[in-house]
């Protein structure tokens, strides 16, 4: 078992955790609560100049820790493949602005076709906009979402066909993110991780709990603590197979939306010393 | 791919897939529109004379697929959970009481307790109850439930799960109930039904459809049809393994349920012969 979380060294927030706030707000309040990462969602950047939000985050001394996200891939019809494919190229431009070492895909489905089809797509267009996101020094994790999604959000549905992807395309820029939401159930769930770390593809870990019981299917996560997912054995796994990165806090959550954006950030950082 | 349904010989109905009507209603409109095949609910059971509603099935010419459902096994509490196991051994007299020659296990989860102890209690509950299903010439499927149930419904996830422990029973009263509402996701699904069958182990085969977008977590199945599940090419998978037995038709609804039942019957009649 993985050992009790002391400080907030490796702790990592996403930007969609705390939605009300814009980049700014995001980059002043968690800096001054003493967290080091940040993860950056899209929307916190539309009708911003990327180079004043990196001299922000660079004065804040905060590490970015990836952007968020590209993927959303598949499509019976070419046109929106491509236009996919573009808005992937984009966030490799914008992941390089801010300093973001990392893209997490969340790799979609169209519900028009199979999943098999929609797979074929996901991995013709990460072997597409690869040599774009290499030549930058963009890594791009594969993340497997919960197969309650398998109908439009992503046909990657478990950590192993990540990794299966991910030893197709075989380079060491494409990886997986491993987040307890999706894959807590996944009787496989330590022997991949152990895989995944093993071939170095090991390159994100997203933290949040799984309410019993779960009323909505995108905004009804957890605080660490507040559900039945076994986040410190599998925090466990994770470090036991060498990975020493962020614990990233992603969290969407309506109720917790609606609170006083400040003290749900301290109800976090509780969240992060006791049931992480 | 399977060939196209051409009438009703083996369709099954299950009695909560309209829900508004009790069983008696059931029975009448089922087998006046032709359908042979009738899984009951032990809601419908309620309040009746067991040898009164065997009688009326028998008057209808209809067949018993399968009582719904024993189960719900695990619990951080051994009074429940000898609770749980009485209330299966109940659910045995009633099966063979009313003619029903196997029982679908939905075999339950406790929030409170690990997933793997919770499997660990599905098993030993299963085994516990075997003897007095096997003397009633009952028998037992384990139903796999989709993911998104594990933190309160189901400990069991995937079909090679329920394969794996009815392998460990390894008694031919014991075996595998596949739906395609909780599996089609699956990447292994063609290759554990192939194995489940070839253990002769598959004992029933559920339809509906995945909705997208889905809204509510119990009740918003689709009619076949109305989602994006593969459901013909998943039957040819069940058909090709050797399966000869019923497709039932179990579909929760809020909305269908709001409908005029007989009107629905007829939907599901039609969602059968062309979307099945």
Redesign the interface.
């Known amino acids: 078992m993985a050992s009790v979380l002391k400080d907030f060294s490796r702790l990592c927030l996403h930007t969609m955790t705390t939605r009300p706030w814009n980049i700014e707000e995001c980059i002043r309040h968690y800096s001054h609560a003493g967290i080091p990462g940040i993860t950056i969602w899209r929307n916190v950047l539309e009708n911003r100049d990327l180079k004043e939000v990196r001299k922000q985050l660079r004065d804040s001394g905060m590490q970015v820790v990836s952007l968020c996200r590209g993927g959303f891939f598949p499509s019976v019809n070419p046109v929106k493949r491509q236009a996919a494919i573009d808005d992937n190229l984009l966030a490799i431009e914008q992941a390089a602005a801010i300093g973001a070492p990392l893209i997490v895909l969340v790799c979609g489905a169209d519900?028009?076709q199979?999943?098999e089809r929609s797979r074929d797509q996901i991995l013709e267009a990460i072997i597409r906009i690869l040599p774009q996101a290499a030549a930058t020094g963009i890594k791009l994790a594969i993340e497997p979402l919960?197969?309650?999604y398998?109908?439009?959000r992503s046909a990657v549905?478990?950590i192993r066909?990540a990794n299966d992807m991910a030893e197709k395309v075989n380079d060491g820029h494409v990886g997986v993110a491993v987040d307890v939401y999706h894959l807590?159930?996944?009787?496989d769930l330590k022997n991949e991780i152990g895989r995944c770390a093993a071939g170095n593809r090991l390159f994100a870990f997203h933290v949040c709990d799984?309410?019993?019981?779960?009323?909505d299917?995108l905004n009804d996560r957890g605080l660490m603590g507040e559900?039945?997912i076994?986040i410190r054995e599998i925090r466990s796994w994770v470090e036991d197979s060498g990975f020493t990165g962020y614990n990233e806090v992603e969290i969407f959550s309506d109720l917790h939306w609606a609170e006083d954006q400040r003290a749900y950030l301290e109800k976090i950082q509780q969240a992060y010393l006791h049931n992480t």
Do not use: E, I, R
């Open positions: 519900k028009n199979s999943l919960h197969p309650m398998a109908g439009d549905n478990t066909q807590w159930w996944d009787p799984w309410k019993v019981p779960t009323v299917f559900g039945c076994n």
